[in-house]
C-alpha cells in the first residue's frame, strides 16, 4: 500500500457539534460576541491531522437539511433531536469558508447523510488502492472498518486520538463480524438517532443474542428458542428491530464518484485565510498555520535617557504584524518614544514628571509569577500615551531596596490615581521591598472583568482587540517554555526596554479605553467602591498569608495513608480480586463486568464504563462495594490535593502560606483561589474538616476568629423576590428550614420531624441554582413524581419566589442579561435558543446569578470595609482568608474585644437598607476548625 494514497473523510456536523460542546462550560467568545468554540475546535481537529498524519487526499462531509431516505422508512427518524443550537448555525458558514480556504472539497448528496457519503467514498477509494480514515466521533462508521478503512476518533480533552481497525472494532462491540454493528444498533436502539431498537435489550444482551443467533434476521426467526421476558420482546417487537436495523445501516451506494484529482490535498488560499481567522481574532492557531512574519523589531529611544542608540523612525509597513493578525500595529510601525533610566539624573528626571502627573501607569518586571517569592528586575512608567520610562533594579535585595525606595513617595501619594494591570501583582512585589501601593486603583484587568466578565482579561489580548495593537512577545526575549528559557534577569536592560516600556503605554491607553466605557454602562459605583478598594484588601490579605502546621499534616498524612490502604483491602475482598481502585477503568470492568452492576449511563468516549463520582453516587447506597470505592477517592484525593500538598506550598520568605485570589474569573462575581485552592477543601466529611485544623495563628499572642454569614443565598432570595412568607421566618428569627417545612408539609412549627427539615433544607437550596424535579429526586433519594409534587407544594406555599424566578427569567429574555443588587451584570446568551438542554442551563444561570452575584458582592465590601477600618486604626489583627461567605482573621488577643463588634457591623450592614436581617455567626479558636 502505498504510503501517499492516504484519504481523509471527515464528518462535518458531528464534529462541529463536538467542538462546540467540548466548550460548553467556558465557550470561547470573541470580541465581537461571536461563539468561536466550534470553528475553533473544527479548525484545530483539521490542522492537527494534516500536520500529523499528512493526508495526500481529503474531503469533508456535510448533511444537507433536506429529509432523507430514512425519514421516508421511518419518520420519527432523528425526531428527538434538539434544535440546532443557535451558536452553531453561526459557526457553519465560518467553518464551511475556512474549508474551502483549505482548498478541500465539500461533499454533499440530496436526500442522503453524511455518513452515507463518506461510507459510499470510503468503499470506493478503497477499491483504488487507497488507506482511508472516517474521521468521526460517531461510533455507528464502525460497521464500515475493514484492513484498508479506519475509524478515526479526534483527541478530546487531552485523551489522545483514537484510530480503530477491525480488532478494535471487533472488542469494542463484542461481536465476531464488524457488519454486526448493525445488528447491535438494530438490538439496543440508538437514542441520538432515534432507532428505537428493542426495548429492554442493552449491549450487553445484544452481543450475547448476536454471538449466538448471527444477525437480527436469525435471531426474530428464532425467537422461539429465547425463553420469559426476552421472547415475548423479540416477538412483539419484531418489525421494529428489522427497521431499527435498516435505519442503522450506512449506505455505500450513494449517487456520487470517487475522484482522487478532486480530492487530492492543495495549498491553501494563505489570504483568505488571513481573513477569516482575523475576523474570527483566532491568534495561536493562525500563527501556527500561516506563521509568524511581521514580528515586530526593536523599538525608538530618546536623547537624555538612552544615549546608546539614536531615534528610530516608525517601520514601513512591511514590520506590521501578519495579516492575520486581529491586530494591525506594533512596535515596529508606531511612533513611540522609550526611555531608559539607570542614571543618577535621569531617575531624578524620571521623578520630577511623576510629582507633577496627577496619575501614572506603572508595571514591574521580575523573576517569576509568585509575587510573594519573585524579585525586582525592573520598574515601567508611563504618563502620556506613545512614551514610556523603564528603571532597571539591580539583582541583591539591599542594592533594590536602594533603587525602589527613591520612589516611595510617588507610589504612597494618595492623591494619585495609580494604573496597571492587574495592580494586585505589582503592589505585592513593591510591598516586599518597604513601598505600599496606595490608590486610588485603575486596573485595567478588573474594569475589562466587570465590563465583560466572560472573556479574557489578558493585557495582550486587550491591546489587539480594542488598540488593534500586538505587543511584543514575552518569547522574544526570553525564549519559548522550556529548559532553554531565559529569566528576565538574565538579560541587558537596553534588551527588556522596548518590552517593559510597552507594557506601560498600553496599559495607559487601555485605561483610557475602557474608563468611559464603566461611565457608560453605569458601572462606575461597582468599581470604585467595590472592586477598586478590594484589591487593596486583597494585596494586604495575600501579603499577610496564613500560618501551616506541617508536622500535623505529615503525621495526618501517615494516618489517611493507613485508612485508604484499610479500604482498598476492603474493596479487594468484596471484589473477590486485587485491582487498581484508582483506575477508572479497572472499576469500571470490576463493578459492571464481573459483579454485573446495572449500568444505566452512556460510555465514555473511549468506550469505557463511566465511573465518575456522580454516576457511582447512584448506585452507592445499593451496593456497599461502591461506597467503599467512594470513600477510596475522597481519601486519596484529600491527601494529594491538601494533606501532602499544602505543606509544599509553605513559602520558604515567610514560612506562611499565600493563596492567591483572583478578582476577574467567575461570571458571578465571586473570589476564586488557587495555589492552594482554599475554596474546595471538603469540610462536610469528618477528614475534610480535619485538614482545617492545620491552619493555625501566627504566634501564640494571636487566635484564628472565623466571621461566617449565615444562610446568606437564601436572605437574599426572601429580599429580592419580596415573598412574605420567607421574609417573615428570617424576621421573626426562625430556623428557616423547620419554618419552610411546617409551610410545605401542612404541620405545626414544633412538630416538624427532622426528616421534614432536611427535606426542605435540600429544597431551599436547590431551588436557588435553579435545580429541578430531576436533580432534587436525585438528591432526595426519591421517585421524580414526589420530588415534582414537593416542588409544586413548595411554590403553592410560597408564591412570591416562585412569582420572582418567572419574572427574572423573562427579564433575562428580553434583557439578555441579568443583574445583582449591586448593578453587576452577566449576559445570558442561550436564554432563547430553541436548543432545550442550552436554554434550561441559561435558566438556571438567570435565576442563580443575581443571588450568588449579590452574596459575593455583599462580602467584598464588607471585605472593603473591614480592610479600610484595621487600616485607619492600626491594628495588628489582620484578615487573611476569605472562603465562599467566610472571613478569616490572624485576631491579636488584645483586641479581640475591639475588632468583633466591628466584623459583625462591617459585614452584617455592608447593604444598608434591606428588609432581610443578616445574620453573622463568629467563632474564635486555636485553629481553623475550632474557630469555624
Known amino acids: 500500500m502505498s504510503a501517499e494514497k492516504k484519504l481523509f473523510l471527515l464528518d462535518g456536523h458531528a464534529l462541529v457539534y463536538r467542538a462546540h460542546f467540548a466548550f460548553i462550560n467556558r465557550p470561547l467568545i470573541n470580541s465581537k460576541g461571536v461563539n468561536t468554540s466550534a470553528v475553533m475546535g473544527f479548525t484545530r481537529t483539521l490542522w492537527d491531522l494534516m500536520q500529523e498524519h499528512k493526508p495526500s487526499h481529503i474531503a469533508v462531509a456535510f448533511d444537507l437539511s433536506t429529509p432523507t431516505f430514512r425519514h421516508e422508512m421511518y419518520e420519527p427518524y432523528k425526531a428527538n433531536r434538539e434544535a440546532q443550537p443557535e451558536d452553531i448555525v453561526v459557526a457553519i458558514p465560518y467553518i464551511e469558508a475556512i474549508v474551502k480556504a483549505f482548498h478541500i472539497p465539500i461533499v454533499t448528496v440530496d436526500g442522503y447523510e453524511a455518513d452515507d457519503v463518506i461510507g459510499t467514498l470510503a468503499k470506493q477509494a478503497e477499491k483504488e488502492g487507497f488507506t482511508v480514515y472516517m474521521v468521526t466521533p460517531d461510533k455507528d462508521f464502525g460497521q464500515l472498518v475493514s484492513d484498508n478503512i479506519f475509524l478515526y476518533r479526534p483527541s478530546r480533552q487531552g485523551n489522545g486520538v483514537d484510530i480503530m481497525g477491525v480488532p478494535e472494532i471487533l472488542d469494542k462491540w463484542k461481536v465476531a463480524r464488524v457488519e454486526q454493528v448493525i445488528d447491535m444498533l438494530g438490538l439496543q436502539g440508538d437514542s441520538v438517532d432515534n432507532i428505537p431498537g428493542v426495548p429492554g435489550i442493552g449491549p450487553k444482551t445484544a452481543a450475547k443474542l448476536l454471538a ?62 488571513a481573513d477569516l481567522f482575523r475576523e474570527l481574532e483566532f491568534r495561536s492557531i493562525a500563527r501556527q498555520i500561516l506563521g509568524e512574519d511581521g514580528a515586530p523589531e526593536a523599538g525608538a529611544q530618546g536623547d537624555l535617557f538612552a544615549p546608546q542608540a539614536p531615534t528610530e523612525q516608525p517601520k514601513e509597513s512591511s514590520s506590521a504584524p501578519p495579516a492575520h493578525s486581529v491586530a494591525n ?48 528586575v525592573g520598574m515601567s512608567f508611563s504618563m502620556a500615551p506613545h512614551e514610556a520610562y523603564y528603571v532597571p533594579v539591580p539583582a541583591g535585595f539591599e542594592a533594590a531596596t536602594r533603587t525602589v525606595q527613591q520612589f516611595k513617595a510617588v507610589f504612597e501619594d494618595e492623591s494619585k490615581e495609580k494604573i496597571a494591570q492587574n495592580l494586585k501583582y505589582d503592589a505585592l512585589i513593591l510591598r516586599h521591598y518597604g513601598i505600599d501601593v496606595k490608590g486610588p486603583y485603575f486596573d485595567t484587568m478588573i474594569a475589562h472583568y466587570l465590563l465583560e466578565p466572560e472573556l479574557r482579561h489578558g493585557m495582550d ?146 468506550g469505557q464504563y463511566s465511573t465518575s463520582e456522580e454516576k457511582l453516587a447512584e448506585l452507592a447506597a445499593e451496593y456497599p462495594i461502591v461506597d467503599k470505592i467512594l470513600d477510596y477517592r475522597g481519601l486519596t484525593k484529600l491527601k494529594s490535593t491538601y494533606v501532602d500538598a499544602l505543606p509544599k506550598l509553605i513559602n520558604p520568605r515567610t514560612g506562611r502560606i499565600h493563596s492567591s485570589f483572583n478578582q476577574a474569573l467567575t461570571a458571578t462575581g465571586r473570589l476564586s483561589s488557587n495555589n492552594p485552592n482554599l475554596q474546595n477543601i471538603p469540610i462536610r466529611t469528618p477528614e475534610g474538616a480535619k485538614v482545617r485544623e492545620a491552619f493555625i495563628p501566627r504566634d501564640e499572642d494571636y487566635v484564628l476568629l472565623a466571621a461566617d454569614y449565615s444562610q446568606i443565598e437564601l436572605r437574599l432570595i426572601a429580599e429580592m423576590s419580596g415573598d412574605e412568607a420567607m421574609l417573615e421566618a428570617f424576621q421573626s428569627g426562625k430556623d428557616v428550614h423547620r419554618a419552610t417545612a411546617a409551610r410545605v ?78 448593578g453587576r451584570r452577566r449576559h445570558l446568551r442561550d436564554i432563547n435558543s430553541r436548543n432545550g438542554v442550552l436554554r434550561s442551563h441559561a435558566e438556571r444561570n438567570a435565576i442563580n446569578t443575581p443571588i450568588q452575584g449579590t452574596a459575593a458582592d455583599l462580602i467584598k465590601i464588607a471585605m472593603v470595609n473591614i480592610n479600610r477600618e484595621f487600616e485607619q486604626r492600626k491594628f495588628k489583627s489582620k484578615l487573611i482568608l476569605q472562603v465562599h461567605d467566610e472571613l478569616v482573621f490572624d485576631a491579636h488577643k488584645d483586641e479581640l474585644e475591639t475588632i468583633m463588634p466591628i466584623i459583625e457591623d462591617k459585614m452584617v450592614n455592608a447593604m444598608p437598607g434591606l428588609k432581610v436581617p443578616i445574620l453573622v455567626e463568629m467563632g474564635i479558636g486555636a485553629n481553623w476548625r475550632e474557630a469555624h
Open 329 to 376: 500595529k506594533n512596535l515596529a510601525n508606531t511612533e513611540h518614544q522609550y526611555f531608559l533610566a539607570e542614571k543618577e539624573e535621569q531617575i531624578a528626571a524620571l521623578l520630577q514628571k511623576l510629582m507633577d502627573a496627577p496619575a501614572f501607569c506603572f508595571d514591574t518586571e521580575t523573576t517569576g509569577l509568585d509575587a510573594t517569592q519573585a524579585e525586582l
Open 212 to 273: 449466538e443467533f448471527g444477525s437480527v434476521e436469525n435471531l426474530v426467526e428464532q425467537a422461539d428458542k429465547l425463553k420469559g421476558k426476552q421472547r415475548e420482546r423479540l416477538e412483539e417487537h419484531r418489525e421494529q428491530a428489522l427497521l431499527s436495523k435498516k435505519l442503522a445501516i450506512i449506505d455505500t451506494e450513494a449517487p456520487i464518484q470517487f475522484d482522487a484529482a478532486q480530492f487530492q490535498i492543495d495549498p491553501p488560499d494563505k489570504d483568505r485565510l
Open 461 to 606: 489580548y486587550m491591546a489587539e482587540t480594542y488598540l488593534k495593537y500586538q505587543p511584543v512577545a514575552i518569547e522574544a526575549l526570553i525564549g519559548k517554555k522550556g529548559k532553554g528559557q531565559k529569566n528576565m534577569r538574565d538579560l541587558l536592560p537596553a534588551d527588556v526596554l522596548d518590552y517593559a516600556a510597552e507594557d506601560a503605554d498600553i496599559t495607559l491607553q487601555l485605561k483610557e479605553y475602557l474608563a468611559p466605557k464603566i461611565k457608560e454602562e453605569g458601572f462606575d459605583a461597582l468599581y470604585r467602591d467595590i472592586e477598586a478598594p478590594l484589591v487593596r484588601a486583597i494585596v494586604n490579605m495575600e501579603y499577610e498569608g496564613i500560618r501551616i502546621d506541617a508536622g500535623f499534616l505529615n503525621a495526618y498524612s501517615i494516618e489517611l495513608s493507613g485508612q485508604i490502604d484499610a479500604l482498598e483491602k476492603e474493596v479487594h475482598e468484596m471484589a473477590g480480586e486485587t485491582f487498581n481502585v484508582a483506575s477508572p477503568k479497572q472499576v469500571g470492568e470490576i463493578l459492571f463486568d464481573k459483579m454485573e452492576l446495572p449500568y444505566r449511563f452512556k460510555k465514555t468516549k473511549s
Open 745 to 822: 408539609f401542612n404541620v405545626d412549627y414544633d412538630a416538624v420531624t427532622r426528616e421534614h427539615r432536611y427535606r426542605a433544607k435540600t429544597v431551599n437550596f436547590a431551588l436557588i441554582y435553579g435545580a429541578g424535579a430531576t436533580n432534587l429526586s436525585q438528591q432526595l433519594g426519591i421517585k421524580r413524581s414526589e420530588a415534582k409534587a414537593l416542588i409544586d407544594q413548595y411554590f403553592d406555599r410560597y408564591p412570591g419566589l416562585k412569582g420572582y424566578m418567572d419574572q427574572t427569567v423573562e427579564q433575562a429574555r428580553n434583557q439578555g442579561f441579568v443583574k445583582t443588587l449591586m
